[in-house]
């Protein structure tokens, strides 16, 4: 396994749209492990490929602590899509794409996501709280959107600001 680096707004390479993974191979898997030591790493909850500068439909979320020996509640998916969503919750969010800026956004409460697991078996997820919002956190990532997305116009302008400002200073 390897650490990745993560791609940090405003990188362009952020908004570009996912492709959709073919079949779970080694690939992909290997992927899905590099993903997972760099989200624990990190640390953070949630990774998508396009934040380590890989095109494709995979994420991995793990929204318990992680204490180094339990993956917890791991979850590596390809190709996951939202079926169904209901209610709504506001979440402070913050990403690792968009370090040190916390946001509230609007999410669905409850949602279904159908996905491909590590084996390549379709499975599905019903998820809430935490965990429902990372999942659609992370599936935006999949297609080209930042939390930041969901926010005023003006408090993306600032935060999107200061990020490039950060960026030419280092």
């Known amino acids: 396994m390897a650490l990745l680096p993560i791609l940090t707004a405003p990188d362009r390479r952020l908004k570009q749209i ?30 998508a490929a396009p934040q380590v500068n890989v095109l494709k439909r995979v994420i991995v979320v793990d929204v318990e602590t ?8 791991l979850l590596t998916l390809a190709n996951p899509e939202i079926i169904e969503q209901t ?52 599936i935006d990532h999949l297609d080209g959107k930042l939390f930041i997305d969901h926010i005023s116009r003006l408090k993306r302008a600032i935060i999107t600001q200061k990020l490039k400002k950060r960026k030419k200073s280092e």
């Open 18 to 47: 996912s492709q959709p993974v073919e079949e779970v191979s080694d690939k992909i898997v290997k992927l899905m492990d590099d993903m997972v030591e760099t989200m624990y790493a990190a640390p953070g909850i949630g990774l």
């Open 66 to 73: 992680y204490d180094g020996e339990d993956k917890h509640d």
């Open 87 to 138: 209610g709504e919750i506001i979440w402070a969010e913050g990403c690792l794409s968009v370090p040190e800026f916390t946001e509230d956004v609007v999410r669905a409460e409850h949602i279904i996501v159908r996905a491909l697991d590590r084996d390549g078996k379709k499975i599905e997820i019903e998820a809430q709280g935490l965990l429902a919002v990372c999942l659609q956190h992370e």
